[in-house]
Nanobody, 125 residues
């Protein structure tokens, strides 16, 4: 059974930092690129960041320079370090896994086969 379990969310103030983690089980982690997405009640789920199997990364323009995605293949964990948080970063953050070739990654949620349940991040001004 595939499981993706996010943690690390919370309520912080504008300018603070948080680090999200997503622990994966039930699949061969090395075969998957890993993405972070987020959603608010009044918006569609949107792409945040992705890291390929080989470690290449891509970010949404809204988080570039503030967020860093990383992975630890031994621990089957993907991380999202979030700094200089803004109120507009408030959302439910999901991690997702995409079975793909080594150097490929996708920003399209339709390409991701497995999803976690999310962790809430709330940023107050």
């Amino acid at each position: 059974q595939v499981q993706l379990v996010e943690s690390g969310g919370g309520s912080v103030r504008s300018g603070d930092s948080l680090k999200l983690s997503c622990v994966v089980s039930g699949l061969t982690f090395n075969y998957y690129s890993m993405g972070w997405f987020r959603q608010t009640p009044d918006k569609e789920r949107e792409f945040v960041a992705v890291i390929s199997r080989g470690g290449g990364t891509t970010y949404a323009d809204s988080v570039k320079g503030r967020f860093t995605i990383s992975r630890n293949n031994d621990r089957k964990t993907v991380y999202l370090q979030m700094s200089s948080l803004k109120p507009e970063d408030t959302a439910l953050y999901y991690c997702a896994a995409d079975r793909t070739i080594l150097s490929h990654w996708s920003i399209s949620q339709e390409d991701y086969e497995h999803w976690g349940r999310g962790t809430q991040v709330t940023v107050s001004s």
